[in-house]
């Protein structure tokens, strides 16, 4: 028996908000979901309750992604 965790219970999708991990200064930034590619996602942090919004759109797997935004 499979013991389902984190996102398999639920889909993401483009214009989705998420929070991830920011690898400069240790933060945790909310985000917008721009593009999907597989189990990747491309990211932008030019989004109003972000604290970073200059900070360029990235890539980021599927298991960085900690929760979605409520």
């Given at each position: 028996m499979k013991i389902l965790?984190?996102?398999?219970?639920f889909s993401l999708?483009?214009?989705d908000k998420v929070l991830v991990h920011y690898w400069y200064n240790g933060?945790?930034?909310p985000t917008q979901i721009?593009?999907?590619k597989g189990r990747k996602?491309?990211?932008s942090?030019?989004?109003?309750?972000?604290m970073?919004?200059?900070a360029p759109s990235e890539w980021v797997k599927k298991?960085?992604?900690?929760?979605?935004?409520?």
């Open positions: 965790e984190g996102f398999e219970r999708g483009e214009g933060m945790v930034c721009i593009k999907t996602f491309l990211i942090y030019d989004i109003e309750e972000s970073i919004q200059n298991e960085d992604i900690i929760d979605k935004l409520r």
